[in-house]
């Protein structure tokens, strides 16, 4: 922080509380969203005899990783409105731009492996 405090910010607290509020309400949103697309995946597996096991994991994982990304996406929304200065806002940023890296990283091998073992599967010769 430099002599003039002009590296010091803050939210205006009836900004801090919209913003807030708006965080809050993607959240809800985002659960009832997930649980109707859950919903609607189930239904549509349970109907579908042709649906096959690695056809439902993919879309099983295919949910948990949304569902955790945009969770992780929210909570980096709200760690910013409380940010005190740029040096955390940007401390918070490098932060959150590693765990998405690795997660992205650990999200793609898993679907690699489930993929991997589908086409093995799907190759095995029927006896």
């Known amino acids: 922080m430099n002599e003039n405090g002009r590296d010091h910010f803050e939210i205006a607290g009836n900004m801090r509380s919209m913003a807030e509020a708006g965080v809050e309400q993607a959240r809800k949103a985002f659960e009832r969203f997930i649980s109707s697309a859950q919903a609607a995946s ?19 994982v295919a949910f948990s990783c949304a569902e955790k990304n945009v969770h992780d996406s929210l909570d980096y929304a709200q760690a910013l409105l409380h940010a005190k200065d740029l040096s955390e806002v940007m401390r918070l940023h490098l932060e959150y ?31």
């Open 97 to 127: 731009a590693q765990a998405q890296m690795r997660a992205l990283s650990e999200q793609a091998g898993e679907m690699g492996q489930i993929m991997g073992r589908t086409a093995r599967d799907a190759t095995k010769p029927k006896m």
């Open 42 to 60: 189930d239904s549509l597996s349970a109907r579908t005899a042709t649906v096959g096991v690695g056809a439902k994991d993919v879309s099983a």
